[in-house]
């Protein structure tokens, strides 16, 4: 057990200091991730991920352009315009990793780019490594495009990291001077102007630094940029967010990840000033989100046009863009929406994401990245391409280091607390030292398989009176009436109901070594989606735990995927297999594959009714996030579903 | 009936002289139609249509270019680079409207713009209003995506038609000198530059000038340009048809309009030389198209991103680009497929597509025009848009002049001819007067109340011993076995064997006033889509005729279109409505609107099945054709079918 206090630290998002927020976020290194799911993952991004991208980002020419800016070289400024927002991430990614864990090498490599970044900084605090020298004069004059107040909020997330994990004070100094010039620049009063970032991130960037600083004008300004958006000052158009003031929107549109951006920007300025107007915005958006435009996944984005937003349940499985970022993006939003409320709702969201949404994204090995996520793949390239597969690195390369920063965080996303009151969102085993915000010290160890299992046991090695708020997962209510979740305490019975899609409460004086039991079966699951999401009716997907599943070629050969159809009622199971993509629960059964009518291999049309045959095999299928890890090849998420 | 005796003149696509052509076209005023269906509409196009493009052509630069060129005036080039291409479409179809008819106003247009044309060409016989003056040096610096020789085609096309029509070799004249310039500056002798068109159209161009001059380098040029292709010149794109050579490819690729006219040109080179590997890459990419890449419109183009043909089965409905000048050039090519092959399938697309995806593209008023053509409509426009109506012009303004020339060509598409034979291709009521290859000329007449009644009358005005090739449409094979086609000569019974999909041939020694009856059953149809067109899964679109119907919500208020379900064995009847859209067919019948699980509403995905509702209600459906011409509403093509 360990024996640390972390009383501060790093945190992915403060609110410890939020007016309006519920929950406060736990420091990352207050809990020591244990277990066989996330830990390898974790580690795996300090050692290997964040090396090999830091290479990219030297061989891109990415951290030249900061030479370049301070002097250092003399060259040409290379790649596309927004490429410091990419050092940033990494940065901010790479502190996270170090939070509790020495690794000198990588620490080198924070502190070299910490000063890189210090020494670019203009004189007068702007920084943006591609509006130096000519283009100075360019600076701030296509704030829909050019994307500088979404490096600059990149920076200050970055900047925010560094301090908390380091305790050097230097490059949030650099940031606030970068944000002292941002305030002066934007705004109403005489000498300054108007302005809208066309890519959201300032926002969340600006509330950040406020809560690391203290300073409220950064909080004011953030305010200023959401509230500057749907008065035209940046073009009026949905696919920007500037179709309508935020606060009067009812919908997320157009570039999935901007609009993701935003909300949890708009939700980190909630959680400061309770602002009912924009909270009351916010849940209009969300329940539109999660009823009419969110994949199963938990990713947004339904086309390649644009990276947008499609129609409401658009949602096409082959064509889905549902980017990498825009998956991290919405388990952001939810996490903000999470302190704020408190509701479990937004932590089934924010689990769902993670697992399917954010980490598909990165390869099993840890050094290949998808950028777009779709739910099928025909096993047949089209002419001129290759099978879609992870890429080592891409010239936009907003999504690798958005996952590894994610993946680094990821301690942080299991608890929050709140007076009296542990909150335990999501499950992996882990040693906490968790500090209410009245100053008890909780220290408990979470044992458990989880996502494989649902039967977590927390020990509670600190004695007195706390509460326990303990999430049942919305999942758990899919399952059937025998199979209900359930809490055991030291083995017996308890009291509070047990409802899925809740937090159950359990509050009591505890005794060093008390355990709580939480069960929550995990039988396999036939997900029905709404028959307005065309491509998917009379299919159901795979489901276990927080977990979708997919068939890939590999497993299933010489079968047509798309045609493969489950018996009504026939028989799943599933077994854990150590030896397959790291270990995982795999799922098989008996289906058969829908043979149709020799007419239909000419025809795309025919008025004439067809006969199908069908060819019995077993299926297994693996999770989601683990396919296009043995090569390339068909994948199938939505399955046809006999009756 | 005419008396006239027209020897030669307009044709569409002239074939008269193709070595491997089984085929020939007939002059446009070969044709006289009489019928209620396409008269009106030829008519509106010559009398209002043209007239207003005309001005839009004027009131956006389009014509003030060519003045600018001819140095008439001095001014910037205004709109788009490629914009010359709508002026020569312009008059391509302005020279077809008069063939048959006089119209002074028109007649003046054509002959003013035909002047501003040859005044417009450079002395070395460049023409291109883009390329001029400053621009002049970077003539052919760019043929992927400048569009040259784009413009060249489509108005080696207009000159051809101009020279048919008025008689007069000024124009042709124009046409032949840029057209020597292009075979001197491309090829792979010394001093010639390598060149491969970005948008193809020259092919068709350079073929049908060297039909109508008799100049076989314009062929070969055409064919050098085909030939370009999949070597890399244009940069080895699929999306440019330059991944593989045209030979070798095994189906149609990348932005839909460039790769059927790359295809309808490589169709008229092989009705020149008989090329074979040409003629099976042919039979390669339409197979290829008809059964995994077109809407059942007869349109293409899945993606808006690129106006591409998306992967196979990739038929999204509300998200279908189709754009109208995809289903022209699908009508274009199967023209020209048909006029090599003398096989009926090219005529059934040929007639799909010209009645379900390119005749939409323009409103029953005759003066707008949609770009795009989704197959099903929300009735609810997205954030920051309005619902999809046809529009008055275009930016990019492809699509209004290619429906007027369509529209302007229609007589041509009836008939045409080869040795001993008369071939009826689609019907409709007209006047013909066919001379066929060995001098014999056929007058006939055509009555029909096509395509709302499958009943036709040929009488025969001229005795003597010939054939007649009378399609007998694919779509009659989805009949019931009691509802089969036949054929009556003066009115008894008749040897053939009437078979859908083919040709029937009636040879004969005829008498004057001689009558074939053909009697085509136009049963309402309902049109399954091959399993792998996910969005179609469990859904029936309905036809009648070679017409495609869809329902609109003006017809059926208060219903989510979407949810629309027929029984298996539901009751549909049609019925004439003269009243309604310029006098349509009707579909009604009896349906319901399944009402879903209320759970729906807020739910996106679930595991737990649900009942839906069925409210019945009475459908009414339209010719597709005619959607979107009584204000913006929801429509819905594909629809539930029970059980």
């Known amino acids: 057990m360990p024996t640390r206090t972390p009383m501060s630290g790093p945190v992915i998002v403060d609110t410890t200091h939020s007016p309006s927020a519920q929950l406060r976020p736990v420091p990352i290194n207050a809990v020591t991730l244990t277990d066989e799911f996330w830990k390898p993952r974790r580690s795996l991004t300090r050692e290997l991920t964040l090396k090999a991208q830091f290479a990219h980002l030297e061989d891109t020419g990415r951290l030249d352009n900061f030479r370049r800016a301070a002097g250092d070289l003399q060259c040409e400024f290379r790649g596309i315009y927004f ?8 940065l901010e990614g790479a502190c996270w990793a170090l939070a509790d864990t020495h690794d000198s090498e990588l620490a080198d490599m924070v502190q070299g780019v910490a000063e890189l970044i210090e020494r670019a900084q203009a004189p007068d ?3 943006n490594t591609y509006f130096t020298f000519d283009r100075s004069d360019q600076r701030w004059t296509n704030l829909r ?37 941002i305030c002066e620049t934007f705004g109403v ?32 300004q953030a305010a200023y940029f959401l509230n500057a958006r749907g008065r035209g000052i940046i073009g009026g ?15 997320l549109t157009g570039h999935a990840v901007r609009a993701l951006y935003l909300a949890a920007g708009a939700t980190d300025i909630v959680a400061e000033t309770g602002d009912q107007v924009l909270n009351a915005a916010l849940s ?32 096409p499985n082959a064509q889905a863009y549902a980017e990498t970022c825009a998956g991290i993006a919405d388990a ?22 993670l697992y399917n949404a954010a980490l598909p994204g990165i390869s099993l090995d840890g050094t ?18 290759s099978i879609h597969q992870r890429q080592p690195w891409f010239g936009c390369a907003c999504c690798p280091p958005n996952i590894a920063r994610t993946l680094a965080q990821m301690p942080g996303y299991l608890y929050s607390v709140s007076e009296g009151l542990v909150w335990v969102h999501t499950y992996a085993a882990n040693e906490a030292i968790l500090t209410l915000p009245e100053g008890l010290t909780v220290n408990l160890i979470q044992r458990t398989r989880y996502p494989w299992s649902g039967q977590v046991v927390l020990e509670l090695l600190t004695p007195g009176e706390y509460g326990l708020n303990l999430r049942i997962p919305d999942w758990c209510g899919d399952a059937d009436a025998g199979d209900a979740p359930s809490l055991s305490i030291n083995n017996g019975p308890c009291r509070p109901t047990v409802k899925s899609g809740e937090y159950v409460t359990v509050r009591r004086t505890w005794s060093v070594g008390d355990t709580v039991c939480i069960q929550m079966p995990m039988p396999i699951r036939r997900v029905r989606s709404h028959p307005a999401a065309l491509e998917n009716a009379g299919r159901v997907a795979l489901m276990r735990g927080p977990l979708l599943y997919c068939l890939e070629a590999v497993d299933n050969p010489d079968v047509d995927l798309r045609d493969v159809s489950l018996p009504r009622d026939g028989q799943l199971s599933s077994s854990f297999r150590k030896d397959l993509l790291g270990g995982v629960q795999i799922i098989t059964g008996e289906a058969s594959e829908v043979v149709h009518d020799s007419a239909w291999s000419s025809a795309l049309y025919k008025a004439t009714p067809s006969e199908a045959q069908r060819r019995p095999f077993s299926i297994t299928a693996v999770p989601y996030y683990a396919w296009a890890n043995r090569g390339a090849g068909a994948m199938q998420i939505w399955l046809r579903q006999e009756g």
């Open 83 to 90: 490429n410091d927002s990419d050092v940033y991430k990494w």
């Open 125 to 127: 605090g702007y920084l």
């Open 145 to 181: 495009d050019m994307h500088e107040l979404y490096c600059a909020g990149h920076f200050f997330q970055a900047a925010v990291a560094h301090s908390r994990v380091t305790g050097e004070g230097r490059l949030l100094a650099v940031a606030q001077r970068f944000a002292d010039l």
């Open 189 to 220: 009063a005489d000498g300054q102007m108007e302005g809208a970032p066309g890519h959201p991130e300032i926002e969340m960037g600006l509330a950040e630094l406020s809560r690391a600083t203290g300073v409220t004008r950064y909080l004011d």
């Open 237 to 251: 158009g949905a696919y920007h967010q500037d179709h309508v003031p935020f606060r009067d929107a009812d919908r």
């Open 284 to 315: 209009r958006l969300w329940n539109h989100m999660v009823s009419r435009q969110m994949y199963i996944t938990g990713g947004l984005g339904s086309r390649h046009q644009g990276e947008a937003i499609g129609a409401d349940y658009e949602l």
């Open 332 to 353: 952001m939003w939810a996490w903000r929406m999470l302190q704020v409320r408190g509701d479990a709702t937004y932590a089934d969201v924010m689990e769902r994401a």
């Open 368 to 385: 290949a990245y998808f950028y777009v996520n779709p739910l099928a793949q025909d096993g047949v390239p089209e002419p001129g391409s």
